[in-house]
């Protein structure tokens, strides 16, 4: 080992040596932080001086041998380099030695405190022993080195306080190290040594930054040196042993191990006292809850001496202030202690905490570590830190405090439920799949009347997420047989949740729920109870018109629930009020729904819940894939599946596979669309609403790649489950229209048409989507001489709902109706529209179709050129026209443009009778280009 910032101690030391050769000896107490490197400097100091040729005689005290009487001092008269009659002499010395009674040979005692003075025989006999090493330096300069002076033997120590008292006039030098700082120690000894004229005490530092700079740079470069040794000296504060650690953890791994510095940690406490090893593992258990008194309690010390003991783990470089430098300090020495005992330790910590009313996450941190809770009041206290967690948006360590819980003895099985019960809320926050191994036990609880009214509610809800239909049918229908107060809160949670069921679990609904007139929102309910669940009354509002196929008149109290979302919400359901919202949002057809999900993807959620991104991300998937933006649709419904493990997402996995297999479909990637298809996905999804997205999306896939019957066998199906579940609503899946298209690919264009009237004559029909839908599928199946002026309308419908896509289809229709009209002129614009519109949305199908309604003449590489009318408009009606032209409705326009509605569309008119036109479906595509470099630029109109 290098030393490094001891050159002038070892200087000193070899001084003294030369000094002692006439006749003026010296003892020096070397004294030292554990890891200062006194060890190394004695080696080389006793190597100095037996290569000048000294008689050098060494020992090393252990405190395994520090009860063996004469240890120290029969290694060193062995040690010696001694033969012939004096070697035989000195063992005879240490003979006699062994052979005589030791301390209280007399009768005589010591004064108190100190021990029984040793027997008048045995004091001639180290008396003896001194004079013959004393007689050693007769013959040639001798010294003497001691390492850990303080574990040597008492009969020893005696020897060499006689032999230290006389070195002044002889030629021998004594060199002994030792650490004052630990307790413990011979403090008598010491005294009396330094009392000595010739005695003297040198104190060494653990190295500085300098230093440790200087140790790297002979295993480093200098500036790799330099770099570190901030770090190093961070972690080791000067501490040789532990630096030549992390040195080699740096070149194995480049980061700090168990297997280097964690083991140094161990060897340095394997050299300490009892009671520093006793603070250490205190220490390494109170962690961050340490305070001097807690220390010396739970250590089971003096405080005095807990305090000494935590000065000496500072001074050997492991702790600073009441904590270690490195957590991998902290956890390899509780690995050391046994199991049983690190367990019963961190118990009585947690008492000594509770007992000083210390924070109950604190508290709780310890119990969960010993995985023993101590009592009732462990389980009140785990409880109390599960809902702090929380709070603070730690939900993973509301977990293990709630699974620690569970473990205690409870009074009730009632008891254990609500533990259990609240211990699924939050394991659902990050992965419902871990949830799922409790749903048994509390199903067994709930029939035996062991779960309340509350809970057994969320268990539904629970059971359902997973596919447990069966289970959740059951025990609602002890909830409906149960006499509840109607006034109160239970039945007004029950009437609540019925209402979401109608929506998203159907066939668990009391009954089949048909759209109906409109009713007053919360027409039904049982009156309002003093406290109700904060999710309860939005999401049974909001199911409840979506169920009635009434989007539209909820739509403020939709944008309402989204701007009030935040941690009024419990966590017993704090996604569904946020997701039914846009589900609204969704059904009535409003553009806006994506930028509501990105603005509650960007916010920071308390606590933070994979589950809720995952279900926001789908719902951002399903609003891109009805605006057309199909690339965006894909990537967040990947998102979504890479938030939570597959089998996280029970039912629900259908919403997020229904986007990807729909948007690659209508992206021409049926290869990867296949990929999606061979997923397993649960039986039980079919029964949900999640399935009807996921079965409509197969039924595109399998219309776009010609298996017609297929796809019309899948539609239908949609459309037979929503009729018997009471939810044939528009704004779920279109099944009418895409088995209308299904029939025109079969050539049955009477099926087609009769299907689309009916899409028009259901109620609730008023939507865009659903009426541009029909309105399309009339007229590609009707005469060509009715189609413009239909498809007309479809496309005014589909540019209000901001879907790219389906307008795409509609002009690539219009094209196709002016070409069968010979109007190639308007065959060719809306053709041009409609292949802009494919470059937003990436439906490559579409662009090859489209590609037949352009001239050969055409160029479908190059930028058309601005007609003459445009140079008439000026840059902020160009701006408005260029976005209009691609797609965007004036809302969309006024966000980009920073201007209101209002003038967007006087900007329009201007525009209209500039150029001669009636609406903007009329505008050129070449508009497009035109204003581009503004709209780009984000010039204000």
């Not at 023993?372 to 009041?377: E, F, I, M, R, T």
């Not at 997420?465 to 289970?471: C, L, N, P, T, V």
């Not at 979302?565 to 009535?588: F, H, K, M, N, Q």
């Not at 279900?615 to 057309?628: C, N």
């Amino acid at each position: 080992m290098e030393l490094v910032e001891r050159a002038e101690q070892a200087m000193h030391l070899k001084h003294l040596l030369a000094q002692s050769g006439a006749r003026k000896g010296k003892v020096v107490l070397l004294d030292g932080p554990s890891g200062s490197g006194k060890t190394e400097l004695l080696r080389q100091v006793a190597d100095h001086a037996a290569d000048t040729g000294c008689l050098v005689l060494r020992a090393a005290c252990s405190r395994a041998e520090s009860a063996l009487p004469l240890g120290v001092l029969g290694q060193l008269l062995r040690s010696a380099p001694i033969a012939g009659e004096r070697a035989a002499e000195l063992d005879l010395l240490l003979r006699r030695a062994g052979e005589e009674p030791a301390a209280g040979a007399t009768g005589d005692i010591g004064a108190p405190g100190q021990e029984a003075p040793i027997g008048t025989g045995l004091a001639r006999v180290l008396h003896d022993i001194a004079q013959a090493l004393l007689s050693l330096a007769d013959d040639a300069t001798v010294l003497v080195t001691i390492d850990d002076i303080r574990h040597a033997d008492r009969l020893s120590l005696d020897c060499l306080l006689y032999l230290c008292r006389r070195t002044g006039s002889a030629r021998m030098t004594a060199v002994l190290t030792d650490d004052s700082e630990l307790p413990d120690g011979p403090a008598v000894f010491r005294t009396e040594l330094l009392d000595q004229p010739h005695a003297a005490r040198t104190r060494l530092a653990p190295l500085s930054e300098a230093g440790v700079a200087a140790m790297l740079a002979a295993h480093l470069d200098r500036p790799s040196a330099e770099r570190l040794a901030p770090e190093f000296q961070a972690i080791a504060a000067g501490n040789l042993l532990l630096l030549h650690a992390l040195l080699e953890d740096h070149l194995e791994t480049g980061g700090v191990r168990r297997e280097g510095y964690g083991r140094a940690v161990l060897r340095q406490l394997s050299r300490a006292e009892a009671s520093v090893t006793a603070v250490a593992r205190a220490l390494a258990v109170l962690d961050t809850a340490t305070t001097p008194e807690r220390l010396a309690r739970l250590s089971g010390l003096d405080g005095a001496v807990a305090d000494a003991a935590l000065r000496a783990l500072r001074a050997a470089g492991l702790v600073h202030g009441t904590g270690y430098r490195h957590d991998i300090a902290r956890q390899s020495i509780l690995d050391r202690i046994p199991a049983d005992e690190r367990a019963a330790l961190r118990v009585r910590a947690a008492e000594l905490l509770y007992e000083q009313g210390a924070p109950a996450p604190e508290t709780a941190r310890l119990l969960v570590d010993a995985a023993a809770p101590a009592g009732p009041w462990s389980v009140d206290v785990l409880l109390e830190a599960a809902e702090q967690e929380l709070i603070a948006g730690r939900a993973h360590r509301a977990a293990e405090a709630l699974e620690a819980a569970l473990t205690a003895d409870h009074e009730t099985p009632a008891d254990r439920a609500a533990v259990e019960s609240r211990l699924v809320q939050v394991r659902r926050l990050s992965d419902p799949a871990t949830a799922e191994h409790h749903l048994t036990a509390l199903t067994e609880a709930a029939r035996a009347g062991d779960v309340g009214p509350a809970h057994t509610v969320d268990l539904v809800r629970q059971l359902l997420w997973q596919g447990r239909s069966a289970e959740a049918r059951e025990l609602l229908g002890g909830l409906r047989e149960t006499e509840l107060d109607p006034h109160g809160e239970d039945a007004a949670l029950l009437h609540d949740t019925e209402q979401w069921i109608a929506w998203t679990h159907p066939t668990v609904a009391r009954r089949a729920r048909r759209p109906g007139p409109p009713a007053a929102a919360g027409a039904g309910r049982p009156p309002a109870p003093g406290r109700a669940e904060p999710w309860s009354r939005p999401t049974a509002v909001l199911a409840g018109a979506l169920v009635g196929g009434r989007a539209h008149e909820v739509v403020d109290r939709a944008e309402q629930v989204l701007r009030d979302r935040g941690p009024s919400y419990d966590i017993t359901w704090p996604e569904e009020p946020a997701l039914l919202a846009l589900g609204v949002l969704l059904c009535a057809d409003r553009p806006d729904a994506a930028a509501w999900c990105d603005r509650l993807l960007s916010e920071g959620h308390t606590p933070y819940s994979p589950t809720w991104m995952a279900l926001l991300s789908a719902t951002r998937a399903e609003a891109a894939v009805r605006l057309g933006d199909l690339t965006a649709a894909v990537d967040h419904a990947q998102l979504a599946l890479g938030h939570v493990t597959p089998n996280a997402w029970g039912v629900a996995l259908g919403a997020p596979l229904g986007s990807l297999v729909l948007a690659t479909t209508r992206m021409g990637h049926y290869d990867e669309t296949e990929s999606y298809l061979t997923r397993s996905v649960p039986k039980a999804m079919f029964e949900t609403r999640y399935g009807l997205h996921y079965l409509h999306a197969r039924g595109q896939f399998h219309l776009a790649t010609g298996h017609h019957h297929a796809a019309l066998a899948d539609f239908l199906a949609c459309g037979e489950r929503m009729r018997g579940w009471g939810i044939d609503v528009p704004g779920i899946v279109p099944w009418r229209t895409s088995a209308a298209e299904a029939w025109l690919a079969l050539g049955n264009r009477e099926q087609a048409a009769r299907l689309a009237y009916d899409q028009l004559g259901r109620p609730g029909t008023d939507g865009a989507r659903a009426r541009a839908g029909a309105l399309r599928v009339l007229a590609v199946g009707g005469p060509v001489g009715r189609r413009p002026q239909m498809l007309a309308e479809a496309l005014e419908l589909f540019e209000q709902c901001g879907d790219r896509y389906e307008q795409t289809r509609v002009l690539a229709d219009l094209s196709e109706a002016y070409h069968q009209l010979g109007d190639n002129r308007r065959a060719r614009t809306q053709a041009r529209r409609a292949r802009h519109l494919v470059g937003l949305c990436g439906a490559a199908p579409l662009n090859e179709a489209l590609l037949s309604f352009l001239d050969e003449g055409d160029d479908t590489s190059g930028s058309p050129v601005p007609s003459p009318e445009s140079a008439l408009l000026t840059g902020s009606e160009r701006r408005v026209a260029a976005l209009a032209v691609g797609g965007y409705t004036n809302r969309e326009i006024a966000v980009k443009l920073f201007i209101t509605p209002s003038t967007v569309e006087q900007h329009l008119t201007r525009v209209y009778r500039k150029l001669g036109v009636r609406c903007r479906k009329d505008l050129p595509v070449e508009l497009t280009l035109s204003g581009a470099e503004t709209v780009n630029a984000g010039g204000q109109a």
